[in-house]
Protein backbone atom coordinates (compact mmCIF):
# COMPACT_ATOMS: atom_id res chain seq x y z
CA UNK A 1 0.00 0.00 0.00
CA UNK A 2 1.43 3.61 -1.32
CA UNK A 3 2.66 5.76 1.51
CA UNK A 4 2.58 9.48 2.37
CA UNK A 5 6.50 10.81 1.19
CA UNK A 6 8.10 14.02 1.13
CA UNK A 7 10.89 15.25 -0.93
CA UNK A 8 13.94 17.51 0.73
CA UNK A 9 17.31 18.57 0.30
CA UNK A 10 19.62 16.49 2.25
CA UNK A 11 21.68 17.86 5.21
CA UNK A 12 24.53 16.72 6.90
CA UNK A 13 22.62 14.44 9.71
CA UNK A 14 21.29 12.69 6.36
CA UNK A 15 24.74 11.37 5.38
CA UNK A 16 25.01 8.24 7.56
CA UNK A 17 21.35 7.43 6.54
CA UNK A 18 22.37 7.75 2.48
CA UNK A 19 25.36 5.77 3.07
CA UNK A 20 23.58 2.59 4.41
CA UNK A 21 20.67 2.92 2.05
CA UNK A 22 23.58 2.84 -0.97
CA UNK A 23 25.16 -0.20 0.39
CA UNK A 24 21.67 -1.69 0.24
CA UNK A 25 20.10 -0.36 -3.15
CA UNK A 26 24.20 -0.99 -4.68
CA UNK A 27 24.44 -4.62 -3.37
CA UNK A 28 20.85 -5.57 -4.81
CA UNK A 29 21.44 -4.07 -8.21
CA UNK A 30 25.33 -5.40 -8.74
CA UNK A 31 25.70 -7.94 -6.38
CA UNK A 32 23.36 -10.81 -8.16
CA UNK A 33 25.47 -13.73 -8.26
CA UNK A 34 26.64 -12.98 -3.66
CA UNK A 35 28.94 -10.50 -2.69
CA UNK A 36 32.40 -10.61 -3.84
CA UNK A 37 35.46 -9.41 -1.71
CA UNK A 38 36.00 -6.48 -5.14
CA UNK A 39 31.95 -5.86 -4.51
CA UNK A 40 32.12 -5.41 -0.85
CA UNK A 41 35.21 -3.61 -0.95
CA UNK A 42 34.25 -1.35 -3.77
CA UNK A 43 30.65 -0.81 -1.46
CA UNK A 44 32.63 -0.08 1.97
CA UNK A 45 34.75 2.28 0.65
CA UNK A 46 32.60 4.34 -1.54
CA UNK A 47 29.41 4.32 0.10
CA UNK A 48 30.53 5.98 3.88
CA UNK A 49 29.16 8.68 6.20
CA UNK A 50 31.84 11.16 5.56
CA UNK A 51 31.82 10.60 1.56
CA UNK A 52 28.19 11.64 1.69
CA UNK A 53 28.83 14.05 4.39
CA UNK A 54 31.53 15.95 1.60
CA UNK A 55 28.87 15.40 -1.63
CA UNK A 56 26.14 17.14 0.72
CA UNK A 57 28.54 19.66 0.80
CA UNK A 58 29.69 19.98 -2.98
CA UNK A 59 28.14 22.86 -4.85
CA UNK A 60 28.46 21.24 -7.97
CA UNK A 61 26.14 18.32 -6.78
CA UNK A 62 22.17 18.37 -5.57
CA UNK A 63 21.26 15.69 -3.10
CA UNK A 64 17.77 15.21 -2.24
CA UNK A 65 16.05 12.44 -0.17
CA UNK A 66 12.75 10.73 0.40
CA UNK A 67 11.25 10.43 3.39
CA UNK A 68 8.43 8.41 5.18
CA UNK A 69 7.82 9.67 8.35
CA UNK A 70 11.59 10.16 9.55
CA UNK A 71 12.67 7.31 7.99
CA UNK A 72 14.98 7.81 4.82
CA UNK A 73 13.39 5.40 1.81
CA UNK A 74 15.23 6.72 -1.07
CA UNK A 75 17.80 9.63 -2.56
CA UNK A 76 18.99 11.06 -5.84
CA UNK A 77 21.72 13.22 -6.82
CA UNK A 78 22.56 15.20 -10.20
CA UNK A 79 25.95 16.74 -11.09
CA UNK A 80 27.05 19.36 -13.51
CA UNK A 81 29.73 19.26 -15.55
CA UNK A 82 30.79 15.59 -15.99
CA UNK A 83 29.43 15.32 -19.84
CA UNK A 84 29.29 11.80 -21.26
CA UNK A 85 26.63 13.33 -23.65
CA UNK A 86 25.75 17.05 -24.87
CA UNK A 87 23.57 17.10 -21.90
CA UNK A 88 25.33 19.06 -19.12
CA UNK A 89 23.26 17.56 -15.97
CA UNK A 90 24.05 13.80 -15.15
CA UNK A 91 21.21 12.02 -12.57
CA UNK A 92 24.67 10.23 -10.29
CA UNK A 93 22.62 8.34 -8.34
CA UNK A 94 18.65 7.28 -8.00
CA UNK A 95 18.84 5.16 -5.04
CA UNK A 96 15.28 3.84 -3.57
CA UNK A 97 15.04 0.57 -0.70
CA UNK A 98 13.29 -2.04 -2.84
CA UNK A 99 10.23 -2.30 -0.34
CA UNK A 100 9.85 1.14 -1.63
CA UNK A 101 9.88 1.08 -5.32
CA UNK A 102 6.42 1.38 -7.05
CA UNK A 103 5.12 3.95 -5.11
CA UNK A 104 6.21 7.48 -6.89
CA UNK A 105 9.65 8.22 -5.01
CA UNK A 106 11.91 7.93 -8.12
CA UNK A 107 9.60 9.51 -10.39
CA UNK A 108 9.35 12.30 -7.47
CA UNK A 109 13.10 11.97 -7.12
CA UNK A 110 14.10 12.71 -10.39
CA UNK A 111 11.19 15.77 -11.11
CA UNK A 112 12.97 17.34 -8.58
CA UNK A 113 16.25 16.61 -9.83
CA UNK A 114 15.35 18.08 -13.33
CA UNK A 115 14.25 21.51 -11.30
CA UNK A 116 17.68 21.32 -10.05
CA UNK A 117 18.99 21.39 -13.56
CA UNK A 118 16.84 23.92 -14.37
CA UNK A 119 17.50 26.11 -11.95
CA UNK A 120 21.47 25.84 -11.87
CA UNK A 121 22.09 24.72 -15.48
CA UNK A 122 18.86 26.41 -17.25
CA UNK A 123 17.94 23.43 -18.80
CA UNK A 124 15.89 20.41 -17.56
CA UNK A 125 17.38 18.60 -19.88
CA UNK A 126 19.54 15.14 -17.94
CA UNK A 127 21.22 11.61 -18.23
CA UNK A 128 21.89 8.72 -16.53
CA UNK A 129 23.44 5.58 -16.80
CA UNK A 130 21.65 2.66 -15.75
CA UNK A 131 22.91 -1.39 -15.37
CA UNK A 132 22.13 -3.10 -18.86
CA UNK A 133 20.97 -6.09 -16.70
CA UNK A 134 18.32 -3.98 -14.71
CA UNK A 135 15.07 -4.29 -17.09
CA UNK A 136 13.12 -2.69 -14.06
CA UNK A 137 14.86 0.30 -13.76
CA UNK A 138 15.44 0.72 -17.90
CA UNK A 139 11.71 0.20 -18.37
CA UNK A 140 10.89 2.79 -15.65
CA UNK A 141 13.48 5.60 -17.02
CA UNK A 142 11.73 4.66 -20.85
CA UNK A 143 8.45 4.96 -19.09
CA UNK A 144 9.54 8.33 -18.00
CA UNK A 145 11.00 9.60 -21.67
CA UNK A 146 14.62 8.61 -21.40
CA UNK A 147 16.14 7.22 -24.39
CA UNK A 148 19.18 5.04 -24.42
CA UNK A 149 21.51 7.03 -26.41
CA UNK A 150 25.00 5.12 -25.61
CA UNK A 151 26.72 2.46 -23.40
CA UNK A 152 29.41 2.37 -21.18
CA UNK A 153 30.71 0.23 -19.01
CA UNK A 154 31.24 0.22 -14.92
CA UNK A 155 34.66 -1.35 -14.26
CA UNK A 156 35.34 -3.36 -10.83
CA UNK A 157 38.39 -4.91 -10.39
CA UNK A 158 38.90 -5.20 -14.13
CA UNK A 159 35.73 -7.04 -15.01
CA UNK A 160 33.14 -4.70 -16.88
CA UNK A 161 29.93 -4.11 -16.41
CA UNK A 162 27.55 -3.03 -19.26
CA UNK A 163 25.75 0.37 -18.29
CA UNK A 164 23.27 2.16 -20.84
CA UNK A 165 23.66 5.94 -21.00
CA UNK A 166 19.96 7.22 -21.00
CA UNK A 167 18.95 10.94 -21.65
CA UNK A 168 15.60 12.59 -20.87
CA UNK A 169 15.63 15.68 -23.58
CA UNK A 170 12.08 17.41 -22.47
CA UNK A 171 10.94 20.41 -21.29
CA UNK A 172 9.54 20.31 -17.35
CA UNK A 173 6.00 20.27 -17.59
Not at 25 to 43: D, E, F, K, P, R
Not at 112 to 130: D, F, H, I
Request: aromatic content about 10%; some cysteine; proline content about 2%.
Amino acid sequence: MPQHFSIRPATANDAAPIAALGIQVWLHTYATTGISTSGANYVLSEFTEHRYQQLIADTSKDLMVAEIGDHLVGYAMIGWGNMFTDVQVEVEKLYVQEYFTGQGIGKALLASSRLAAQKYCGTPSVWLMVNAKNMNAIQFYQKLGYRHEGDTDFVLDGVKHKNHVMVLRTAIN
